[in-house]
């Protein structure tokens, strides 16, 4: 089976006094505006899966007053709601938040910012994010907030991808980047390092740092499959935000270099008709003391 590329492990990135997280943030909000269809289209079949290890994790049952940060479509919202939970999903991208009141018609779903949500405090007995630290250019504020809007006694648990070695879902298409030898392109801010939170220790130490106790990290592993490498492809460009800009950016000639190294890299993950390449995610969950 394929491997990943060394060079794509952790990722080369600016120092984090380089970064204007403010540009980053505006950033990902407008490209969530654009990509809420192609998201749902294809990673939402990948990313729903985790919903119900994050739903455990945070001890989600009938009753639980739960916030659904980052809630997409709202996956994780509606079947919190179907065990019985009160559930209010809030997203940074208006058209996600109208993506997850037509899905789900009668459930909470609102357009708020995940560093500065408009919560009181203690107002829920559980938060998840599925995922949603990826995306967030101050991820320690937001982390905060998270916190400070549970009671005492609440659980918090989020999710991130794992290592791109192990998440071979979008780490060919990172090796393919790194082999075609395809700079950043200049019209995208520089984020937060994407992988920063793949290690387990650092995922920890963002919940154990802002107050949490009874931290735990794990893998979750599973396979993917596709039909092929156009449907994986035009996923990943329709789907996300971050990955997707190191692509549209590109030279014609620069973008067509990376296919054929994402084509090539792709085919040693084929069985009989189809594509399967193994997805990784570690989830991290803690309890609030006070």
């Given at each position: ?30 490209g ?71 899905r ?93 939170y ?17 931290v ?46 994402f084509?090539?890299l ?8 189809a ?16």
């Amino acid at each position: 089976m394929a491997q990943g590329n060394q060079a794509s492990q952790s990722g080369p990135g600016p120092s984090e006094e380089a970064i204007d997280l403010d540009a980053f943030n505006a950033f990902e909000a407008a490209g969530w505006e654009r990509k809420a269809a192609g998201y749902a289209g294809f990673f939402g079949a990948v990313t729903s899966r985790l919903v119900g290890p994050l739903l455990d994790a945070a001890g989600v049952a009938a009753g639980t007053r739960l916030l659904d940060v980052a809630t997409g479509p709202g996956y994780g919202a509606a079947a919190a709601a179907e065990s019985g939970a009160s559930v209010v999903g809030v997203d940074v991208a208006l058209a996600m938040v109208e993506l997850a009141r037509r899905r789900n018609p009668g459930l909470d779903f609102r357009a708020a910012q995940a560093e500065a949500l408009p919560f009181a405090d203690r107002s829920f007995d559980a938060v998840v994010g599925n995922f949603a630290v990826l995306h967030l250019g101050r991820p320690e504020l937001a982390v905060a907030e998270f916190v400070r809007v549970l009671r005492p006694g609440g659980r918090l648990a989020l999710t991130t991808w794992d290592l791109p070695g192990r998440a071979r879902l979008f780490g060919v298409f990172l090796d393919a980047i790194a082999e075609a030898e395809a700079a950043p392109p200049a019209g995208a801010p520089a984020g937060p390092p994407f992988f920063r939170y793949s290690v387990d220790e650092q995922f920890a130490a963002l919940l154990r740092d802002r107050g949490l106790a009874d931290v735990d990290v794990q893998a979750i592993g599973f396979d993917c499959r596709v039909a092929g490498a156009d449907e994986l492809w035009d996923g990943l460009l329709s789907g996300t935000v971050r990955l997707s800009a190191l692509i549209e950016g590109q030279t014609v000639e620069t973008r067509d270099r990376v296919r054929a190294a994402f084509d090539r890299l792709v085919a040693g993950y084929r069985h009989g008709d189809a594509l399967e390449l193994p997805v990784s995610v570690k989830l991290a969950a803690g309890r609030k003391l006070s």
